[in-house]
DNA sequence: ATACTAGGGTTGTTCTAGTGAACCCAGCTG
DNA sequence: CAGCTGGGTTCACTAGAACAACCCTAGTAT
């Protein structure tokens, strides 16, 4: 991994940097939607995506070792498991329902969008991003950013980064 | 760009891994957040990441050909330009705030989060995602998926396609 | 004249993530 | 006994992503 040496030597730290170390690669997010489909076998999930075995099984091992999978045995006579996700990992269900919405209203051509989400309201729907506190829209000019308490100390004195939170 | 390829013979399409296509490496994230924090030039956010010039160049030039940032001159003297987001741009705020949210909430150490986001009510908050039409959470196990209109249909009648939408 | 700035482009090297193919093993099936 | 399935592991290879370092152009300040 890569990755955590640039998180660790990051000049400016940041849940998205932090995300992106675990999960920025190409194939997890794919892995985790088949997941979040119901599709929960190694094979299932290798015919489904078309990823290498290897591949899929760093994944499948780094997503449980981050404890967004659960390996569980769901027969024993020749034992088998399934992945199921945790609490962590169906968490993670909002990051792609924002791609999605994110894909279906730029990325996609003519013939429309290739996967619809239905809600339990019953309605086709998509995911929107309120305010936690106050329910209104969450977007880029209604929201600013300062330094929380886990802020670099380092960091925090140089000039440079207190121009940004201003 | 292997990963047109990918998606080009992707078994299955959605807008994650379309998504993913265009944004989904290390960096792509991370300069939109500094964009999104208002550090527009070149050299600051070259700076403020330690990314190396030429990644960054080519960052900077997909994003720009992909419509998410426009490069508009800011002084006309020695020819100097800055990147601003565009709609399309901006619009993928709620899938960083979505992914702060995920690290915030499962990757933080005891110290607290790195930084906080307030919003335009004056709260302390964070990205809540909810269902477009009713405005209920919009979580793994209230949303189903269905095919939709732009499903390839090549693929629409393979049995293990069908399996995953019942 | 010199040096410095902003915003890149170019070159060459390294490194690693992903790949296909083969192999392995356990346990059912015929 | 042979072969299939599920769930992997090991190996050798390669495309391309990131990097450092340097060059370039215009203007500006010293």
Chains 1, 2 share one sequence.
């Not at 070792?65 to 169906?90: C, S």
């Not at 506190?133 to 330094?147: I, K, N, P, W």
Request: some cysteine; overall charge positive; charged content about 25%.
């Amino acid at each position: 991994m890569t990755r955590m040496k640039r998180t660790a030597l990051g000049r400016f730290p940041c849940s998205v940097a932090r995300t992106m170390d675990l999960l920025g690669d190409w194939w997890t997010p794919l892995v985790l939607r088949e997941v979040f489909y119901g599709v929960h076998r190694f094979d299932e999930i290798q015919r489904a995506l078309g990823i290498a075995r290897n591949t899929l099984a760093d994944r499948l091992t780094r997503l449980t070792a981050e404890g967004l999978l659960d390996r569980v045995p769901y027969q024993d006579k020749p034992a088998r498991h399934e992945y199921v996700l945790t609490e962590k990992g169906r968490d993670f269900f909002p990051v792609l329902a924002a791609m999605v919405r994110w894909g279906d209203k730029w990325l996609t051509a003519e013939e429309g969008v290739p996967v619809d989400l239905v809600h339990s309201c019953g309605q086709r729907a998509h995911a929107k991003t309120v305010c936690s506190e106050c329910g209104e829209l969450f977007t880029a000019d209604t929201v600013r950013s300062r330094m929380g308490p886990g802020f670099p100390a380092e960091l925090a004195g140089k000039p440079e980064v207190q121009a940004r939170f201003t």
